[in-house]
C-alpha cells in the first residue's frame, strides 16, 4: 500500500513537469523545462530560494493534509495565512514567541469561523471558507491601506516587523518549526487517540458516530489544528521573508497546500518531499518569468496538473 | 442613502447578470447530482476568450460565442474527471480553478491585444435573457419534460433512471453543457459589457458566490432569481455606500458582498434538503 | 418459459448452477431459500438482466422484477415516479389497471407508508404489462394484512394467466399462495414441485450444521423461559423517549431483560436508534441496523476499529487485544491488522459486537443484529446477547425478525409509524402484534 502511494506520487510530479514542459514546447518555449530545474535547484542561490518557499508550503500543505485525513473540507488555507501573518504582525512586539503563537491562534480562529457556521446553521465549509479567503484578502487591504499602514504612508504595506526569526543568511528558523510541525501532526494523526478518532471520522463519519465517537468536536477541532497550520505559515513567513505585511503577501500559498498535501497522500511525513517539488516548481517559475518572461502563473497550472492527475490514480474518497 | 441606494438597484441587477447565468447553470448541474466548484474557473476562461475573439473579430456577437466555447473547453475537463473518471468533484473543481487562474494568466501576459479597449455592446438581450427567459425555458425544460425528470433523478436516485434504460452520464454531460453555455455567456458579458476588456482574477469569487445562492434558493429557480435579487440588492448598498462618500474605508466595502454570501449561507440553518445524490460518484 | 442448465459463474463463485426450469403461464411459484442462495443470479438471468455462462433460454416473455429494496425516488411524487418508469401515461389509468389501490398521485413517496412504497414498485412492474412477475422478498416489509392483499393481487394476476415467482424464505406464506414449490440452495434446485410439510421444506432449505434440529421459520409465538439472573435485581434504567417523532413513552427496561421493539422496517426503527445514540451517555452499547453503512470503518484495520472505542491508542496493544477477541468470537480473519471492510457480513457483525461487549456496557441498543446473517452467526450473535443479558446487561432489541423477537425478548412493544405500543408480555404480543404492526389498534 505504501510502495503504491508513492509510485502514485511520483507520476503525478512527472506528468506534471512533463506536461509543462510539453505546453511550453507548444507555445514555442522549448527552454521552458531547463530554466524551471536551473532556476529552482541549479545554484546555491536557488536551493536556498526552493527551501523558502517550501516552508510555507510545508505548513500550508498539512494544514490541509489534517482537514481531508479528518473529513473536513478546508479550503480556506489562503485567509488562514493572512490571518496568521495579521496576527504574527501584532504579536511581534511582544516577542517572537509570541509572535508565533499570535499567528497559531489567529489562524485557528479564522478557520473556527466556517466550522462554527457549519454546527450552528449548517453552512457547507467548503463554501465558507473560500468566501473567508477573500474577506481576509480585503481585510488585509484594509490594514495595510489604514491603520497598519507603514509610517510614511507612501507604500500599502507595514512597517517591518518588531520581531523576526533568526536567520543564518537567507535561510531562518522556519524550516525547522516547519520540520517540527510535520513530525508533531504524523504523531498527532497516527499515535494518538484523538488522530484515530480523526481518520475514522473522516474515512466514514456515520460509522464514527455509532462507535461512540463526537464527530461534532472532531469537526471542531481538526479544523481548528488545520486552520493553525495555515496561520502559522503565515506568520513564519512573516518573521523570517517579508518582514512586514502587504497585499500579496500569501501569493497563493493557501491553495497550493491542497497540491501539496494531495501529492503527499495526505500523508503528513510525506508534505516534507511535496513541499520541496512544489517549492522548486514555485522558484523556477519565477527565475521563468525574470529571464523568459513566461508568467510565473506556470506554477498554479502546475498544481492543477499535479492535483488532477493524482486523482485520478488514487481514484477512491479523499480520505 | 435610501435615494442612493434605490437608484442603485437597476446597476445591481445589471452587475449580478453574470452571477444569475452561473446559478442557473449551477442549478441545472446539482440537480442533475454534481458539484462544480470549477465554474469561478469557466468563467475567467471565457471572460478571456470572449475578449480575444472580440478583439480579433470586433464582433461582439462571436466574442459570446467564443466566450461559450473557452467555458466548455474548461467545462469538459470537469466533465472528464468528474463524470468519466467518477473522481471527486470538489477536488476535481478547485483543481480546475487553479488550472484556469495559471492558463489566464499565462496567456494574458503573453499576448498584447488585452491592453487595448474591447468594442463597445450597443444592444443588450443579455439582462432579460438571464432574469426572464432563461430561468423559464430552465424549469419548463427541468419540470415538465421527460430529459428533465430524468436529469432531477440522475441527482436523486442514479440507479431509478439507469432501471429505465436511461443514461445517467449522458444527462450529466447535457447538464454540463448547458452550464458550460450559460457560464460562457456570463464570463463575456463580464468582460465585455461589464468592464472594459479581461483582468486577472476578475470573477473574484462570483463563481462559489453562485454556488452558495443554489443552495440559499433550494435548488430551485425561483430561489436562484430570489438569492440572487437579494445579493444583488445588498451589492447595490456596497455601491451606495461608496456613493454617499460616508467614509467606510473602501477596502472594507470590497469585502461586503462575501460577507453578505456568508449571511446567505447562514439563512439556510438546517432544514435544506439537497438533491440525495449530490456529490456522489 | 424454460431455463435449460443455466450456470453462471463470479470468478470461483458458481452462483447458479445447472439450473433447468419450466414456467407456465398461470403458475404460482413460490422460490424458497435462504440468503445468498443464488435466488437474485438466477431472476436477473431470467429477467434478462444478467447473461448466463453456460446453458440456454428458450420462449423469453416480458419480465418485470419487484426488488427487495425499493427504487423510488423519495422526493418525486407518485406520479412523477411513474412517469419515470413509463412517460406518456397517465398515472391514475397505470394504477387503476393495476387493480392496486393507491389513492393521491400528488403525494411524495417521502410522506408514503412502507406498504404504500410496496404497492408503488408494485405497480410499476404490472405497468409494464409483463408474462412473467418476479416479487424478491415482497413481504420482508409487508405487515400481515398487507401480505394478505398482496396474495390477492398475486392470485388474480396469476388467473390472467401471468407467471408470478414470489420469492422468499418465510415458509408459511410461501405455503399459503404458491401453487408450485421450487427450492433453491447454493445455486442449485433441490426441490421442484410435490407435497411437502413445513418442516421438510425448511430442512431443504439449509444445510444441517450441527445436530440440533433445524427449526422450522414459523411465526408461531415461542413461550419464553424465565430468565436466570434477574430476579432480585432491583434498579432500572428508563428509557425516556423525548424525540419529536416517537410518543413520550416510558420504556423501563430493566437490567438483565431483553425488551423487544418489533415493527414492520420503515416505521421509525432507525430514527429511534439514531436519537438513542446521540441522547444516552455512559456504559451504552449501540449495534447499528446498516452494518456496511454505520457499523465499521472499512478503510481501518480491525485493530482500529476495536480501539475506536478506546480512551488510548497503543498500537500493539491494540493488536494484541484484538486477535484476543478474534480468537473468543470465531471470527474468520487473518490478522487484527486486516482492513475490515474486507471481511463478510457475518465477521463484520462479530467484530462491531465484540467491541460493544468488551466495554461491559450497562444497557445494549441492538438494530436489527442479525440481518443478513446466515443461521451460524444469527445463533452466535443471539448467544451473546443472552449472555450480556446474564451478565446484567439490559438489552433493547429493535427487530423486524418476529421469531428472534419471540425468541429472546422478556417483553414486547410494537412500533408503528413512530410511536409505540405499551409493553405487551410475549403471550399478549403474540395475539396483538399483527394487528399492531398493520397500524390496527
Known amino acids: 500500500m505504501r510502495a503504491r502511494q508513492l509510485l502514485i506520487a511520483v507520476l503525478a510530479a512527472f506528468s506534471a513537469v512533463a506536461l509543462l514542459a510539453l505546453s511550453g514546447l507548444v507555445f514555442g518555449h522549448g527552454e521552458l523545462l531547463s530554466i524551471l530545474i536551473s532556476g529552482s535547484v541549479g545554484s546555491t542561490f536557488a536551493l536556498e530560494g526552493t527551501l523558502l518557499k517550501s516552508v510555507p508550503l510545508l505548513l500550508t500543505g498539512l494544514s490541509v493534509a489534517i482537514a481531508f485525513r479528518a473529513g473536513v473540507w478546508n479550503i480556506g488555507g489562503e485567509g488562514q495565512f493572512l490571518a496568521g501573518a495579521m496576527g504574527a504582525f501584532l504579536g511581534a512586539r511582544y516577542g517572537m514567541i509570541a509572535a508565533l503563537a499570535a499567528s497559531l491562534i489567529a489562524g485557528a480562529l479564522w478557520a473556527s469561523i466556517a466550522s462554527a457556521l457549519r454546527l450552528w446553521r449548517n453552512a457547507p465549509e467548503v463554501l465558507t471558507t473560500i468566501l473567508l479567503n477573500f474577506i481576509a484578502i480585503h481585510l488585509l487591504g484594509y490594514a495595510v491601506n489604514g491603520p497598519l499602514q507603514e509610517a510614511s504612508g507612501k507604500y500599502p504595506q507595514s512597517d517591518l516587523a518588531s520581531a523576526s526569526l533568526p536567520a543564518s543568511g537567507e535561510l531562518h528558523a522556519g524550516i525547522a518549526i516547519a520540520v517540527a510541525a510535520a513530525i508533531a501532526a504524523w504523531f498527532l494523526l497516527y499515535r494518538t487517540a484523538e488522530g484515530l478518532r480523526l481518520r475514522a471520522s473522516g474515512f466514514n463519519r456515520s460509522a464514527a458516530k455509532w462507535a461512540g465517537v463526537n464527530v461534532n468536536a472532531q469537526l471542531v477541532r481538526a479544523m481548528a489544528i488545520s486552520g493553525a497550520m495555515a496561520g502559522l505559515a503565515g506568520g513564519i513567513e512573516l518573521l523570517g521573508v517579508t518582514h512586514r505585511l502587504f497585499e500579496r503577501v500569501a501569493a497563493g500559498y493557501g491553495y497550493a497546500g491542497i497540491a501539496v498535501a494531495l501529492l503527499a497522500q495526505l500523508h503528513p511525513l510525506g508534505t516534507i518531499a511535496s513541499s520541496f517539488f512544489f517549492g522548486a516548481l514555485t522558484t523556477g517559475a519565477g527565475e521563468l518569468q525574470r529571464t523568459a518572461g513566461i508568467s510565473s502563473t506556470v506554477a498554479t497550472f502546475g498544481q492543477a496538473l499535479v492535483i488532477l492527475v493524482t486523482i485520478v490514480f488514487t481514484r477512491r474518497k479523499i480520505a | 442613502m435610501t435615494h442612493a441606494l434605490l437608484s442603485a438597484i437597476p446597476l445591481a441587477i445589471v452587475a449580478s447578470t453574470p452571477l444569475l447565468l452561473a446559478v442557473l447553470g449551477e442549478l441545472v448541474v446539482e440537480r442533475a447530482g454534481m458539484i462544480n466548484l470549477g465554474i469561478e474557473g469557466m468563467m475567467l476562461t471565457a471572460a478571456m476568450t470572449a475578449v480575444i475573439a472580440a478583439q480579433l473579430t470586433h464582433s461582439i456577437a462571436l466574442g459570446f460565442l467564443a466566450g461559450i466555447l473557452g467555458a466548455a473547453i474548461v467545462g469538459a475537463l470537469f466533465g472528464l474527471f468528474a463524470i468519466r473518471y467518477a473522481v471527486d468533484q470538489i477536488v476535481t473543481g478547485t483543481a480546475i480553478v487553479l488550472l484556469a487562474q495559471g492558463m489566464t494568466g499565462y496567456v494574458y501576459r503573453e499576448l498584447d491585444l488585452f491592453y487595448q479597449p474591447v468594442p463597445r455592446m450597443t444592444f443588450d438581450p443579455i439582462v432579460p435573457l438571464a432574469w426572464i427567459v432563461f430561468p423559464i425555458v430552465l424549469a419548463l425544460l427541468l419540470w415538465r419534460t421527460r430529459f428533465g425528470l430524468r436529469l432531477r433523478a440522475c441527482g436523486e436516485l442514479p440507479a431509478a433512471v439507469t432501471a429505465n434504460g436511461a443514461s445517467v452520464t449522458t444527462h450529466r454531460w447535457i447538464a454540463l453543457a448547458i452550464e458550460s453555455a450559460l457560464t460562457g455567456i456570463a464570463g463575456a458579458y463580464l468582460s465585455l459589457a461589464l468592464s472594459s476588456g479581461f483582468a486577472e482574477n476578475m470573477v473574484s469569487g462570483r463563481g462559489f458566490i453562485a454556488l452558495s445562492i443554489v443552495i440559499f434558493g433550494r435548488w430551485k429557480f425561483r430561489g436562484a432569481l430570489l438569492g440572487t435579487a437579494v445579493f444583488g440588492i445588498a451589492a447595490a448598498a456596497q455601491y451606495a455606500l461608496q456613493a454617499s462618500g460616508r467614509g467606510v474605508p473602501f477596502h472594507l466595502l470590497l469585502a461586503v458582498p462575501y460577507v453578505v454570501t456568508l449571511l446567505i449561507l447562514c439563512g439556510i440553518a438546517g432544514r435544506v434538503r439537497a438533491p440525495e445524490s449530490l456529490g456522489k460518484t | ?441
Open chain 3, 1 to 441: 418459459m424454460r431455463l435449460s442448465h443455466v450456470t453462471k459463474r463470479f470468478g470461483a463463485n458458481v452462483a447458479v448452477n445447472d439450473v433447468s426450469l419450466d414456467f407456465a403461464p398461470g403458475e404460482i411459484v413460490g422460490l424458497v431459500c435462504e440468503n445468498g442462495a443464488g435466488k437474485t443470479t438466477l431472476m436477473a438471468i431470467a429477467a434478462g438482466e444478467l447473461a448466463a455462462d453456460e446453458g440456454s433460454i428458450e420462449d423469453r416473455v416480458p419480465v418485470a422484477v419487484v426488488h427487495q429494496h425499493f427504487l423510488l425516488v423519495s422526493e418525486f411524487t407518485i406520479a412523477e415516479n411513474l412517469a419515470l418508469a413509463m412517460w406518456g401515461r397517465d398515472a391514475g389509468e397505470i394504477i387503476r389497471e393495476s387493480g392496486i389501490e393507491l389513492r393521491d398521485v400528488r403525494r411524495r413517496v417521502a410522506d408514503l407508508s412502507v406498504g404504500e412504497k410496496a404497492k408503488l414498485e408494485l405497480i410499476k412492474a404490472i405497468a409494464r404489462r409483463p408474462r412473467m412477475l418476479i416479487l424478491d422478498e415482497p413481504t420482508s416489509v409487508l405487515a400481515p394484512t398487507e401480505a394478505r392483499e398482496l396474495f390477492d393481487v398475486m392470485r388474480r394476476l396469476a388467473a390472467t394467466g401471468t407467471t408470478v415467482i414470489f420469492i422468499s424464505h418465510k415458509i408459511p406464506e410461501v405455503l399459503e399462495v404458491a401453487t408450485r414449490i421450487v427450492v433453491m440452495r447454493r445455486g442449485r434446485i433441490v426441490v421442484d414441485g410435490g407435497t411437502m410439510s413445513a418442516t421438510e421444506l425448511a430442512e431443504k432449505m439449509v444445510e444441517r450444521r450441527s445436530d440440533s434440529p433445524v427449526r422450522p421459520l414459523v411465526n408461531t409465538p415461542r413461550h419464553v423461559d424465565s430468565r436466570p439472573g434477574s430476579a432480585g435485581r432491583t434498579g432500572e434504567s428508563d428509557l425516556r423517549l423525548s424525540d419529536l417523532r416517537l410518543s413520550g413513552l416510558r420504556v423501563p427496561l430493566h437490567p438483565g431483560e431483553i425488551v423487544a421493539i418489533i415493527g414492520v422496517a420503515g416505521n421509525g426503527q432507525s430514527e429511534l436508534a439514531a436519537s438513542l445514540r446521540d441522547s444516552l451517555r455512559g456504559r451504552v452499547a449501540h449495534i447499528p441496523e446498516d452494518r456496511a453503512r454505520d457499523g465499521l470503518v472499512a478503510e481501518m484495520t480491525i485493530a482500529e476499529n476495536i480501539a475506536l472505542a478506546e480512551r488510548r491508542w497503543r498500537p500493539r496493544a491494540a493488536e494484541q487485544r484484538a486477535a484476543a477477541l478474534i480468537e473468543r468470537f470465531n471470527i474468520r480473519a487473518q490478522s487484527p491488522l486486516q482492513r475490515a471492510g474486507s471481511l463478510s457480513g457475518g465477521n463484520q457483525q462479530k467484530v462491531i459486537l465484540a467491541r460493544e461487549l468488551e466495554r461491559q456496557p450497562e444497557i445494549i441498543i441492538a438494530a436489527e443484529p442479525t440481518r443478513g446473517l446466515d443461521i451460524e452467526a444469527t445463533s452466535f450473535v443471539h448467544d451473546e446477547l443472552r449472555d450480556a443479558a446474564a451478565r446484567g446487561a439490559a438489552i433493547l432489541l429493535i427487530t423486524s425478525d418476529l421469531d428472534e423477537a419471540f425468541a429472546l425478548g422478556d417483553a414486547i412493544h410494537v412500533i408503528y409509524r413512530g410511536t409505540l405500543s405499551p409493553r405487551l408480555t410475549p403471550d399478549e404480543a403474540a395475539v396483538q402484534a399483527p394487528g399492531l404492526m398493520a397500524g390496527i389498534a
